[in-house]
């Protein structure tokens, strides 16, 4: 195993690689070569083009290239979360033509090693999956919870139209606190400021029942409801938004749209949603793509991640009542988790 930018990445124990593989730290000049390998990537709903440069500027993150005679052909980005416990896995990625050789099983393992020795306090290490998981897994990893995901596309400017009917105006601006209402309607969603955000997810226990297996899943990515996540959570851009601040039963967290390469003008929208109240949920996502429609031109790819038996009911609400095309049937989001040895 040759290691290449010693200044970067520590000593490991050099290892034969039976595949030749070198591996090193990426950088802003090696991005035209990833994209280059990633064309396929996520039926082009890839996120990395978008993400790319902020994860080189990460402290958390390393971004870590495999090389074979000098050409990019892998990549994986490790994040240490949940107090320095947990390393997490994103973006890998092996160029089509080099798949099925080991080449993720080597950089996996080599991101690991890399990872245990400048954290030695992480313990496991958790990533997001959306294919189907076998039981060979299912030997290495624990499975920490499971979404149904429902993915959707629309023109902006088609959809704003019909919102208009269906979103209320008093729910397009969701207040900060609860109102009080007397109609049999449920009251508008509440759109939590970092104080809020703070309040209900840290210093209260009301969030426990509300999120799956008490992880944030945000944008694929599984956090603990900690301070320091917290604080990496509340630099991005999300739409935060619960049913009621002080009885909370339906949370949801959304993007706001960004650009992905699947065609000049589409927009990828991920919303992640909590709970198990149909009505409140539907209530949530009208309220997220009103939001995110009013001012958007061009074609949208919008993937929302629910509690399972909510897939249905809000698949058929999406083809019936917003008129919108569903992309997919039912596919499956698990975070999954190992030790790190
Ligand atoms: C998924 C992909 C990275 C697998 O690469 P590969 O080099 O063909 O995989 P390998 O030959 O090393 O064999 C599979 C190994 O990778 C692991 N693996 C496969 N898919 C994985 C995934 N999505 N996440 C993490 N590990 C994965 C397997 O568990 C196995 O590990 P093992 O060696 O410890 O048993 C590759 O097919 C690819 O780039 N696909 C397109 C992008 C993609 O879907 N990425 C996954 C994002 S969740």
């Known amino acids: ?75 994986e980005s490790v994040c240490v979360i949940d107090d320095g416990e947990t390393m997490l896995v994103e973006g890998l ?12 099983g080597h950089l996996l393992r080599f991101c690991s090693q890399l990872v245990k020795s400048k954290n030695p306090e992480v313990k496991v290490t958790r990533l997001t999956r959306d294919d189907q998981l076998g ?18 596309r629309f023109r902006a400017e088609d959809l704003k139209l019909r919102l208009t009917e269906l979103v209320p105006d008093e729910e397009l601006n969701c207040s900060s606190s609860s109102s009080s209402s007397s109609s049999p309607q449920p009251p508008p969603p509440v759109c939590l400021d970092p104080i809020a955000i703070h309040h209900l997810y840290l210093t209260t226990d009301l969030m426990r029942g509300v999120l799956p297996n008490a992880t944030i899943v945000q944008d694929w990515q599984p956090f603990k409801p900690l301070p320091s996540n917290m604080a990496i959570l509340l630099k991005k851009e999300i739409d935060w938004m619960v049913n009621d601040v002080t009885t909370p039963t339906m949370a949801s967290l ?40 009013a001012s958007l031109k061009g074609h949208v790819m919008c993937q929302m991640f629910l509690d399972p038996p909510l897939w249905k009911p809000m698949a058929d609400f999406c083809r019936q009542t917003l008129q919108v095309e569903l992309v997919k049937e039912y ?11």
């Open 1 to 75: 195993m040759k290691i290449e930018n010693s200044l970067t990445l520590p000593q490991l124990p050099e290892a034969p690689s039976p595949t030749g593989l070198q591996f090193s730290v990426a950088t802003e000049e090696d991005f035209d070569e990833i994209m280059a390998m990633s064309q396929d990537i996520y039926g082009g709903l890839d996120y990395l083009p978008t993400r790319y440069t902020t994860w080189l500027q990460e402290s958390n993150r390393t971004v870590i290239l495999a090389r074979k005679q000098g050409k990019v052909i892998a990549l």
């Open 93 to 104: 990625r092996v160029a089509p033509q080099e798949r099925g050789k080991g080449v993720a």
């Open 135 to 152: 039981p060979k897994d299912f030997q290495k990893y624990r499975l920490i919870t499971k979404q149904g995901i429902l993915l959707v």
């Open 254 to 293: 959304c993007t706001f749209p960004f650009r992905v390469p699947i065609g000049d003008d589409w927009y990828y929208l991920n919303i992640d949603m909590f709970g198990k109240d149909l009505a409140l949920a539907r209530q949530q996502f009208l309220c997220h793509l009103r939001r995110h429609t």
């Open 331 to 341: 596919t499956e989001q698990c975070v999954v988790e190992s030790d790190v040895m």
